[in-house]
């Protein structure tokens, strides 16, 4: 069964920093693009990183979040991270990880999500 567990989340000062992880289980993880999308209050779901499938492989990022974000995967414990550096309140959302695109690992689907506050 296809899981999705994001976790690492929490509040934090403006500034400061917050390593998220995403467990995968119940799939080959290590043939797909996984990345990190948010979603605040009201507003929809946005990819925020992304890597391409090997460990070490190419990544991509949001405008809003280049220079301060760092994904990174290790296909050995099958679990894709976020480094989340120089926090801004409007980095505030719920994240989750998934392929890219979304729904290759099992249509629809979602993890429950990490919670990230940023607020002084």
């Known amino acids: 069964q296809v899981q999705l567990v994001e976790s690492g989340g929490g509040l934090v000062q403006p500034g400061g920093s917050l390593r998220l992880s995403c467990a995968v289980s119940g799939s080959i993880f290590s043939i797909y693009a996984m990345g990190w999308y948010r979603q605040a209050p009201g507003k929809q779901r946005e990819l925020v990183a992304h890597?391409?499938?090997?460990?070490?492989?190419?990544?991509d990022y949001a405008d809003s979040v280049k220079g301060r974000f760092t994904i990174s995967r290790d296909n050995d414990k099958n679990t894709v991270y976020l480094q989340m550096n120089s926090l801004k309140p409007e980095d505030t959302a719920a994240y989750y990880c998934?392929?890219?695109?979304?729904?290759?690992?099992?249509?629809?689907?979602w993890g429950q999500g990490t919670q990230v506050t940023v607020s002084s």
């Open positions: 998934n392929t890219v695109p979304a729904g290759r690992l099992k249509y629809d689907y």
């Open positions: 890597i391409t499938s090997a460990s070490g492989g190419a990544t």
